[in-house]
């Protein structure tokens, strides 16, 4: 009981000690970009218009069809609310995710490898994204007006964002870390990404066969907008079970994935420890 319950202190240790790390790295992130305080706002704003100009569109197809394989407009609304919130938390926090294959084909691992914290965590928050910021306060306004808002509705629509965030962190890291085995792989990694979103904006019932499939797996794009919409519809708890353990299993996979690369990039690069 004792070794347990030392060991249970030390993992509750990390975990909050990690948590202390991100946030102070996103404060000084953001202090950082708010220097250039109309880039700053520009970015954010032009993001924020580009999820209208979406927005329209779909307000434009469901005055025409009203209702697409059961889905309506409303679901589209909240669809969007999810996907926004959720990259918003996964590529404003962990900006590096979107460029994790251009750094470790360029050899700028070497600078994190020298550092004393976990070397993925630490490149992951090294950048903040302040486009995807747009996306945030823009999903958050869908939810304003599309969404419950009661303590539990607000509590699960955080709860199903966070997920959904960590499995396009995970799969972000997953599909950048081919660079570690192929090389220069930017142009797969970022049609692998683009695929992964694009697939995620859409009514999935619009889906079948193995299309269908291919998205709860290889491109695991119903993860990330079609179960959590189902969790906010009122879905039953095997639906968040299910997000929970994908989201928790594909972070492991991705992790795993990621150290085994970087053995085999500190056995071939020279490291460099930056100053």
Known sequence: MGDEGAMSRRWYGRVWSNARFVVAHLALNLQAAMEYRASFISQIVGMMLNDAIWIFFWF????????????????????????????????GIFGNALRLSKIIAEGGLDFFLGLPR?????????????????????GLILFV?????????????????????SVIVS???????????????????????????SFATYPFPIFSGPVRFLLFTLIPAAFIGYVPVMILKGANWWFILGLT???????????????????????????????
């Open 60 to 91: 434009v197809f469901f005055a025409r069809f009203k209702v697409v394989k059961g889905w309506e407009f409303s679901d589209v609304i909240m669809l969007w609310a999810v996907l926004t919130v959720a990259y918003g938390i996964a590529t």
């Open 145 to 165: 007006f599309a969404g419950t808002l009661t303590l539990g509705g607000v509590a699960l629509f955080f709860l199903v964002c966070i997920l959904a965030g």
């Open 171 to 197: 799969w972000f890291v997953l599909v950048n870390s081919l660079a570690f085995f192929m090389g220069s792989s930017e142009n797969l990694s970022m049609q692998m990404l683009n695929a992964l979103l």
């Open 118 to 138: 976990d070397v993925l965590l630490s490149v992951l928050v090294a950048r903040l994204n302040i486009s995807a910021l747009g996306d945030l306060l823009f």
């Open 245 to 275: 353990a994908f989201a928790v299993g594909l972070g492991l996979f991705a992790r795993f994935v990621f150290l085994w690369g970087l053995r085999r990039y500190e056995s071939g690069n020279l490291v460099i420890v930056r100053v």
